[in-house]
């Protein structure tokens, strides 16, 4: 089984690459790009080349979709924007998305949204549109974080633990802990572990519960379901 990621920049998908790489049977890029670029808007243009090929290579794929609450998400696009650029009131994505047949990013490929907001609402409505409900399993990102041996579990009904963690649960608690003190990308300087779980916490009691009602109104209903045991 492929195993494909799908997640918003800086959403915590090499977090969960690193899980599923580490306790599931599967085949799973390093980074959760398996089948395309995870951080892809799925546009139907998009996903009529994605199916496509997976017809060709008759492959059996899962997508993981990861989703940081937003005004999480929001604090973390401030300090680091990826290739997202504002001009002037707009919010601009370059590039949107990465077809498997692109070597290179595509000139001049790009989409722009009113608000940070509308994009990350746009992202996550058009994956849950592209892709049958039966294919897809939803991760909260503060759950990866704070529960994350209930994530194992959530993970394991969809795709099979490897053997020896099957036989050996103290093991896997063991290397979970691990992989959850290391960072989650060999470069870069984004924040893990304990580290992660300490400056959320911190930043949930310095910002009041406003700011989180703020963020969720603005939510898709699709969206704030997910939300509702926040």
């Known amino acids: 089984m492929n195993v494909q990621l799908i997640g918003t920049f800086n959403s915590g998908t ?7 790489k ?3 049977d599967c085949k799973i890029h390093t980074e959760g790009h398996t089948l395309f670029w995870k951080h892809s808007l799925l546009t139907n243009e998009f996903m009529a080349d994605v199916i496509k090929n997976m017809e060709q290579s008759q492959s059996s794929t899962f997508f993981i979709i990861v989703i940081k609450r937003l005004d999480w998400w929001l604090d973390s696009i401030s300090k680091h924007k990826y290739t997202i650029e504002f001009q002037d009131s707009n919010v601009i994505i370059n590039p949107p998305f990465r077809r498997p047949q692109d070597k290179f990013i595509v000139p001049n490929n790009h989409i722009v949204f009113n608000s940070l907001e509308e994009y ?3 992202f996550y409505e058009s994956a849950f549109k592209s892709i049958p409900s039966k294919r897809i399993l939803v991760l909260r990102y503060q759950d990866v974080l704070l529960h994350s041996i209930n994530v194992i579990k959530q993970i394991a009904n969809k795709i099979p633990l490897k053997k020896i963690y099957k036989l050996n649960p103290n093991i896997l ?8 003190e290391k960072p989650a ?5 984004s924040r893990y572990g ?5 400056y959320y916490t911190e930043l949930i009691h310095k910002k009041s519960n406003t700011s989180f009602v703020e963020t969720y109104q ?13």
Request: aromatic share 12%; proline share 2%.
């Open 22 to 24: 580490q306790f599931f």
């Open 173 to 180: 608690t063991k290397e979970l802990t691990e992989i959850l």
């Open 218 to 230: 603005c939510l898709f209903p699709r969206i704030k379901k997910i939300y509702s045991n926040h």
């Open 194 to 198: 304990n580290k992660a779980k300490q």
């Open 14 to 20: 090499n977090l969960v690459a690193n899980i599923i």
């Open 185 to 189: 990308k060999k470069t870069g300087n």
């Open 120 to 122: 990350y609402n746009t």
